[in-house]
């Protein structure tokens, strides 16, 4: 997939430079050498990103159907096939107090998915217990693996409970018509649908035993899964944190969960902390 | 003898002229009542479901052959096999080439709001050139076809 987003000259430097199986991110910026991030830390390649290449690269990441994305680019993002990512780096367009679109694009940061199947065994026999799932909150900064597990997860419960997965940029399960291309399980996939009223409809339609869903940010993201916790539902989910700042801003606003799982970039997935909590 | 059958020789020439205009003038208001509705089909699905536009343009089934040559012509330009402007070398595609090569270099580049104006824009002008065509089938097709039957019959009335 990389091969059809990036131009050949940019992806045979960087298949020359690395182990593509190896690759976390590709960060293009416009007149700037192109940096890689991955399993053997940073590496800049002598070829530098130029302006045309960069706005290609959405035409291809895009299916040259930028209007389809429309919603994502609001958002500062395309999700491509294969759980690709690309993040957008640009001039934001504002009307009536909302981002319309992002203009004349500097900057692109891809992420690749990495799928590691057994990486959340340890963490599945604190997850479940006597044939129960606890709300989980999965917690590190960016980049340490919190998807990757999230999917892990997904494909580990699947087996024996009803798992759905709210997959707002395609990033868990890499749906490609109709079909995860990374390895969820059983698990029935809700892709691109906003939070907003994910839950609700998901809840009421499809009746899940379980809810995962990626990256929770906002006061009201951490509303709505309050009311989802009340109906019954079992939820698991992460957020971009670390141990200290959560404890002091977060653990407040989240305490509802059971289990709290904290995840750090040394080596990436490594699991840092599990902290339970029995609520009465 | 030999002026009956000269005669009859500048009858199927006049005739065959005809023949060949009136077609002509029918294959090229069929292409462009095809491509109008094409312009349409994009239209809609572009704004209903969101379709990517390789996705769009697989789907569309046209009705002429012209049409589905310039389908899978597109499908090669889509795929960096073809240049766009080779896309429209059709015999019944004049001055029109210049407004498709334009519409289809900037389809799908856009934002939603702009690229829906740009569709509108173009389901106006290929519904403008299908009444245009139209026009050219009674217009020219015909009258070209009854001048060269008259003409024709006139000069081997001549000669006989």
């Known amino acids: 997939m990389l091969n059809e987003i990036l131009p050949t000259e940019y992806f045979d430097a960087i298949s020359k430079n690395c182990n593509l199986s190896e690759l976390y991110e590709i960060r293009l910026q416009n007149d700037k050498y192109i940096q890689l991030y991955g399993r053997f830390g940073k590496k800049v390649l002598n070829v530098k990103a130029d302006e045309n290449e960069i706005k290609h690269c959405i035409e291809r990441a895009t299916c040259e159907s930028i209007y389809a994305y429309n919603h994502q680019i609001q958002k500062g993002y395309i999700a491509c096939c294969d759980g690709i990512r690309i993040g957008l780096v640009g001039e934001a367009v504002i009307e009536n107090n909302s981002v319309k679109t992002i203009k004349n694009i500097s900057g692109l940061v891809i992420r690749i998915p990495h799928e590691i199947i057994g990486c959340a065994e340890y963490i599945i026999s604190k997850i479940r217990s006597n044939d129960e799932i606890k709300n989980s909150l999965i917690i590190s900064p960016p980049g340490c693996g919190k998807t990757t597990v999230l999917r892990d997860i997904a494909r580990l419960l699947s087996d024996k409970f009803n798992v759905l997965i709210i997959d707002e940029k395609n990033e868990i399960s890499a749906t490609v018509n109709g079909r995860a291309k990374l390895d969820v399980g059983n698990s029935l996939v809700m892709l691109y649908h906003p939070r907003e009223s994910g839950y609700e409809t998901v809840i009421r339609n499809t009746a899940p035993d379980c809810i995962i869903t990626d990256e929770i940010y906002s006061d009201e993201d951490i509303k709505r899964l309050a009311v989802a916790i009340k109906s019954g539902v079992k939820i698991i989910t992460s957020i971009h944190s670390d141990e200290k700042q959560f404890d002091k801003l977060l653990y407040p606003k989240l305490s509802f969960f059971d289990l709290y799982v904290f995840l750090s970039k040394n080596p990436v997935g490594n699991i840092s902390a599990v902290r339970s909590y029995e609520h009465e | ?160």
Do not use: W
């Open chain 2, 1 to 160: 003898m030999n002026s009956i059958v000269f005669a009859g020789c500048i009858m199927l020439i006049s005739s065959y002229i005809g023949i060949y205009f009136k077609l002509y003038y029918k294959k090229r208001n069929a292409l462009f009542c095809d491509l109008s509705n094409f312009a349409k089909f994009i239209n809609q699905r572009i704004k209903s479901t969101h379709d990517l536009i390789p996705e769009v343009i697989a789907s569309f089934h046209p009705n002429s052959e012209e049409l589905s040559k310039i389908c899978n012509n597109l499908n090669d330009y889509k795929n960096k096999k073809c240049e766009l402007s080779t896309v429209f070398d059709s015999k019944y595609i004049k001055s029109e080439k210049d407004l498709l090569i334009n519409y289809f270099e900037k389809l799908g580049k856009n934002d939603f709001e702009n690229e829906i104006r740009l569709s509108d824009e173009f389901v106006a002008e290929t519904a403008e050139i299908q009444t245009l065509t139209n026009f050219e089938v009674k217009q020219k097709g015909e009258l070209i076809f009854k001048l060269c039957i008259m003409g024709g019959l006139l000069v081997s009335i001549l000669i006989v």
